[in-house]
Antibody, heavy 119, light 112 residues
Framework: QVQLQESGPGLVKPSEALSLTCIVS??????????WSWVRQTPGKGLEWLGY???????NYNRSLKSRVAMSIETSRNQVSLRLTSVTAADTGVYYC???????????WGQGTLVTVSS | NFVLTQPHSVSESPGKTVTISCTRS????????VQWYQQRPGSAPTNVIY?????PSGVPDRFSGSIDSSSNSASLTISGLKTEDEADYYC???????????FGGGTKLTVL
């Protein structure tokens, strides 16, 4: 059974960078079957797609965040990572790692990790 | 990018049927698959419908999805409502341009 687990600092200062890791167990990230995605949920708001990374390292980011977001993949560690720079309070929320089978069909999700942006 | 608009909330009684709509602002609803996600408080979303009308294994057949080209919208219908269906529901689709994923704003379903 594939499981995804996010980890990273729960508190980030404004203007700094947010970095999260998603460890995948029970399956490999090194496969052409899925896109490894990040989705966030800010307080009182809905879901926002941040982007995805393919096993080749190819990425596709939300164009509204494109200049601040970067994703990477480490097949040797079976994990993917998210980096979001120049954060503000508006970036506070729960960040999810999810497996995309294509066109946004997320069949596996991590439990999510809460990130608070505050000084 | 287009916007997916959902009603903010809906409510219905146990045993009844409810339909949640998801209207696409531009571009044809049928041009990209629509997925639906259920999110209970404190939990990650789970997929209940994919590819417009397909149910993942384990999702009861009380859940069904459809698209309507005339209204440019997708719908999630839940029949035989149970209290456990009370949750937030999100539709999702993609754009042909830049292959961006888009979520609807979510609908809070209350079963009372």
């Amino acid at each position: 059974q594939v499981q995804l687990q996010e980890s990273g600092p729960g508190l980030v200062k404004p203007s700094e960078a947010l970095s999260l890791t998603c460890i995948v167990s029970g399956g490999s990230v090194n496969t052409d079957s899925y896109y490894w995605s990040w989705v966030r949920q800010t307080p009182g708001k809905g879901l926002e797609w941040l982007g995805y990374i393919y096993y080749t390292g190819s990425t596709n980011y939300n164009r509204s965040l494109k200049s601040r977001v970067a994703m990477s993949i480490e097949t040797s560690r079976n994990q993917v990572s998210l980096r979001l720079t120049s954060v503000t309070a508006a970036d506070t929320g729960v960040y999810y790692c999810a497996r995309d089978r294509g066109f946004g069909w997320y069949d596996k999700w991590g439990q999510g990790t809460l990130v608070t942006v505050s000084s | 990018n287009f916007v997916l608009t959902q009603p903010h909330s809906v409510s219905e009684s146990p045993g009844k049927t409810v339909t949640i709509s998801c209207t696409r602002s531009s571009g044809a609803i049928g041009s990209n698959h629509v997925q639906w996600y259920q999110q209970r408080p404190g939990s990650a979303p789970t997929n209940v419908i994919y590819e417009d009308n397909q149910r993942p294994s384990g999702v009861p057949d009380r859940f069904s999805g459809s698209i309507d080209s005339s209204s440019n919208s997708a719908s999630l219908t839940i029949s035989g409502l149970k209290t456990e269906d009370e949750a937030d529901y999100y539709c999702q689709s993609s754009s042909d341009t830049y292959n961006q994923r888009v979520f609807g704003g979510g609908t809070k379903l209350t079963v009372l």
